[in-house]
Nanobody, 120 residues
Framework: VQLVESGGGLVQPGGSLRLSCLAS???????????MGWYRQAPGKQRESVAG???????TYVDSVKGRFTISRDNAKNTVYLQMNSLKPEDMAVYYC????????????WGQGTQVTVSS
């Protein structure tokens, strides 16, 4: 499975970004039943879980992003999205997507990630 993240960039505090993650090398039927999630890693910190979405659309968020981030998926496109609003400097990190259900250390296959920079 190849995971390709995109959509990052430089944004001012309070701004918004929408990240996308395309999963290739996986059949649509398997993607449809897979829980997917977003993770992030800030400089000098461990990778952390941010948001997850089950095949049925149930979502989970880390407390620090609740009310600001929204995860969604388009099974027809094998794509997962992360809408990020009211961005804060502490959200600055490289964002990755992957399957959801284990801690980040449980996954060995990662994409290149997409950099999110929040700065004025």
């Amino acid at each position: 499975v190849q995971l390709v993240e995109s959509g990052g960039g430089l944004v001012q505090p309070g701004g918004s970004l929408r990240l996308s993650c395309l999963a290739s090398g996986i059949s649509g039927s398997l993607f449809n039943i897979a829980a997917m999630g977003w993770y992030r890693q800030a400089p000098g910190k461990q990778r952390e879980s941010v948001a997850g979405i089950t095949s049925g659309g149930k979502t989970t968020y880390v407390d620090s992003v609740k009310g600001r981030f929204t995860i969604s998926r388009d099974n027809a496109k094998n794509t997962v999205y992360l809408q990020m609003n009211s961005l804060k400097p502490e959200d600055m990190a490289v964002y990755y997507c992957n399957f959801w259900g284990l801690s980040p250390e449980g996954y060995s296959n990662w994409g290149q990630g997409t950099q999110v920079t929040v700065s004025s």
